[in-house]
C-alpha cells in the first residue's frame, strides 16, 4: 500500500500555548508529540488541534501548518449529529468544511477520543465436520459431549486498537490448528487485521495489513480498505456503518 505522508509537525507547548490561549496551557501541559498530517489521495480534511475557545458552536483550531487559529461554527453540524467528540484543548480535529462557506464545518471529528480499545462480544458456533457411520448416521445424544460444549460456548472480545500516528492493531485475533486431532470443537469469526486507519473527508478508512504469529502468516497480494462512516462516537460507545450494516462497539 502507498499513502502519501505530507506535512510533518513538530507542535511545541510554547508555540500552541501562545498561539490558541495566550498564557493558558494546553491539557498536555508540555507533553504534546510530535502529530504527522497523514492525507490520502483525494482528502481535503483540515486538520488541526484544538484550541481555547472551543464551544456547543464554534470550533477553534490551530492548523497543522503552524498558521493562526481558524474559528469554525459548528451549529448546523451539531444539530445533524455530525460533532463526534467532545473536542479539548490540543485534542488532534478533522474538520470537513463546507464547500461554500470556509468558516462553517459540516463534520467534525475529535481524533483523540477515537483512538483506544474497541471492542464487541460474538459468540463461537459449532464446527461442521462430517458425519461419522455414513450420511444418515445421526448423533447420540451424549450428556457428557453436550456439558463439555456447553462450557466452550463463550463470548470472545473482538475488535481493534486505533493508535496514534495512523496505526492499528487488532483484538481477538487467534490462529486455530489445522488439525481435526486438535482443534476446537467450535470456532469463533475471524478478525480482519487492520494495521492503519485514516480519514477520508469525513470518512474512517480502516487497511489491512499482514499478521505474523509463530511461524504463521496471513497475506493478501493487495492491501483491502474497508471505508466506513462515523454513526455515534461518545466516552464509552462507537458505532461505525460498514458495508453489510452497522457494527457497534465499547471501549476496553
Same mark, same amino acid.
Given at each position: 500500500?502507498?499513502? &502519501?505522508?505530507?506535512?510533518?509537525? #513538530?507542535?511545541?507547548? #510554547?508555540?500552541?500555548?501562545?498561539? =490558541?490561549?495566550?498564557?493558558?496551557?494546553?491539557?498536555?501541559?508540555?507533553?504534546? @508529540?510530535?502529530?504527522? /498530517?497523514?492525507?490520502? +489521495?483525494?482528502?481535503?480534511?483540515?486538520?488541526?488541534?484544538? =484550541?481555547?475557545? =472551543?464551544?456547543?458552536?464554534?470550533?477553534?483550531?490551530?492548523? !497543522?501548518? /503552524?498558521?493562526?487559529?481558524?474559528?469554525?461554527?459548528?451549529?448546523?453540524?451539531?444539530?445533524?449529529?455530525?460533532?463526534?467528540?467532545?473536542?479539548?484543548?490540543? /485534542?488532534?480535529?478533522?474538520?470537513?468544511?463546507? %464547500?461554500?462557506?470556509?468558516?462553517?464545518?459540516?463534520?467534525?471529528?475529535?481524533? @483523540?477520543?477515537?483512538?483506544?480499545?474497541?471492542?464487541?462480544?460474538?459468540? *463461537?458456533?459449532?464446527?461442521?465436520?462430517?458425519?461419522?457411520?455414513?450420511?444418515?448416521?445421526? *448423533? $447420540?445424544?451424549? *450428556?457428557?459431549?453436550?456439558?463439555?460444549?456447553? !462450557?466452550?460456548?463463550? +463470548?470472545?472480545?473482538?475488535?481493534? %486498537?486505533?493508535? $496514534?500516528?495512523?496505526?492499528?492493531? *487488532?483484538?481477538?485475533?487467534?490462529?486455530?490448528?489445522?488439525?481435526? !486431532?486438535?482443534?476446537?470443537?467450535?470456532?469463533?469469526?475471524?478478525?480482519?487485521?487492520?494495521?492503519?486507519?485514516?480519514?477520508?473527508?469525513?470518512?474512517?478508512?480502516?487497511?489491512?495489513?499482514?499478521?505474523?504469529?509463530?511461524?504463521? $502468516? &496471513? &497475506? %493478501?497480494? &493487495?492491501?483491502?480498505?474497508?471505508?466506513?462512516?462515523?454513526?455515534?462516537?461518545?466516552?464509552?460507545?462507537?458505532?461505525?456503518?460498514?458495508?453489510?450494516?452497522?457494527?457497534?462497539?465499547?471501549? $476496553?
Amino acid at each position: 500500500m502507498s499513502i &502519501r505522508r505530507m506535512l510533518p509537525v #513538530a507542535l511545541a507547548i #510554547a508555540l500552541f500555548v501562545t498561539a =490558541c490561549s495566550g498564557d493558558k496551557k494546553g491539557k498536555n501541559d508540555g507533553n504534546i @508529540e510530535t502529530v504527522k /498530517d497523514v492525507r490520502l +489521495p483525494g482528502d481535503s480534511t483540515f486538520y488541526g488541534l484544538a =484550541c481555547d475557545g =472551543c464551544t456547543d458552536s464554534v470550533l477553534v483550531v490551530l492548523p !497543522s501548518d /503552524d498558521s493562526d487559529p481558524v474559528t469554525f461554527s459548528i451549529i448546523e453540524a451539531m444539530r445533524y449529529r455530525k460533532v463526534f467528540g467532545k473536542p479539548k484543548i490540543g /485534542d488532534m480535529m478533522a474538520v470537513v468544511v463546507n %464547500k461554500d462557506n470556509k468558516r462553517k464545518a459540516d463534520l467534525v471529528i475529535d481524533l @483523540e477520543e477515537l483512538k483506544g480499545t474497541w471492542v464487541y462480544q460474538v459468540m *463461537p458456533t459449532v464446527r461442521k465436520h462430517a458425519p461419522m457411520g455414513g450420511a444418515h448416521a445421526m *448423533p $447420540k445424544a451424549d *450428556p457428557e459431549v453436550d456439558s463439555m460444549m456447553q !462450557s466452550l460456548m463463550v +463470548p470472545r472480545e473482538q475488535g481493534f %486498537k486505533i493508535k $496514534k500516528q495512523f496505526t492499528m492493531e *487488532p483484538v481477538g485475533l487467534h490462529f486455530e490448528k489445522t488439525d481435526l !486431532s486438535g482443534e476446537s470443537p467450535v470456532e469463533y469469526p475471524q478478525v480482519k487485521f487492520y494495521k492503519e486507519w485514516n480519514i477520508l473527508n469525513g470518512r474512517l478508512v480502516l487497511t489491512e495489513g499482514t499478521v505474523e504469529f509463530g511461524n504463521k $502468516k &496471513r &497475506r %493478501k497480494a &493487495r492491501p483491502q480498505r474497508d471505508t466506513v462512516d462515523i454513526v455515534l462516537m461518545m466516552k464509552d460507545s462507537l458505532q461505525l456503518r460498514f458495508k453489510d450494516g452497522i457494527k457497534a462497539y465499547y471501549r $476496553k
